[in-house]
């Protein structure tokens, strides 16, 4: 059964930086493509960005140029890394994982607040 956890998520001021890992385990998959979402209280879940196994990158216009996706496919893992993080961000953030086995699963999200 394959799993998949966030990490990394917390307060930071404006301005500042955090890095979100996904980790996907298990056994007999690997991963085709991962996803970030966020979902801010009221609001609609959002697409945020996405990574295939070839490194192509998709990002939403919102975070483009202030968040980077990256991936290490051995360890079917994933990273956003958010830099000059704005009130607007704050949400819960949410991996999504395609995999191999044609599975589509979601984590259970990670809270990041950005406030002064």
């Known amino acids: 059964q394959v799993q998949v956890v966030e990490s990394g998520g917390g307060s930071v001021q404006p301005g500042g930086s955090l890095r979100l890992s996904c980790a996907a385990s298990?056994?007999?998959?690997?991963?085709?493509?991962m996803r970030w979402y966020r979902q801010a209280p009221g609001k609609q879940r959002e697409f945020i960005a996405q990574?295939?196994?070839?490194?192509?990158?998709t990002y939403a216009e919102s975070v483009k140029g202030r968040f980077t996706i990256s991936k290490d496919n051995a360890e079917k893992t994933m990273y956003l890394q958010m830099n000059s993080l704005k009130p607007e961000d704050t949400a819960v953030y949410y991996c999504?994982?395609?995999?191999?086995?044609?599975?589509?699963?979601w984590g259970q999200g990670t809270q990041v607040t950005v406030s002064s």
């Open positions: 999504n994982v395609l995999t191999t086995t044609l599975e589509d699963l």
């Open positions: 990574i295939n196994n070839s490194g192509w990158t």
């Open positions: 298990g056994t007999g998959f690997n991963t085709i493509t």
